[in-house]
């Protein structure tokens, strides 16, 4: 997925997902693409969310900054 700001001051951010055979989302990236090659800074680094399903449930997420989030999922 591709963001796109007008204007040419701020890079396009994009958004790669990765998914399991039944569509749901396991990991999510953002970055920017620079000369043909997707990039990351360290901010951005720390954002790549991970995403946990149990029985096709979604259950938990966690970033690599190490916040994580588990019983906002919880019912």
């Known amino acids: 997925m591709r963001e796109n700001t007008p204007g040419g001051k ?3 951010r994009l958004r790669y997902f990765t998914m399991d055979a039944e569509g749901n989302i396991l990991r999510r990236t953002e970055g920017t693409f ?9 901010a951005e680094r720390l954002r790549t969310e991970q995403y946990a399903f149990a029985n096709g449930q979604y259950v938990a997420a966690g970033r ?3 916040k994580t989030d588990v019983l906002g999922q919880m019912n």
Do not use: M, R, T
């Open 10 to 12: 701020v890079d396009d």
């Open 34 to 42: 620079k000369n043909g090659v997707f990039e990351q800074d360290d």
């Open 64 to 66: 690599f900054d190490g």
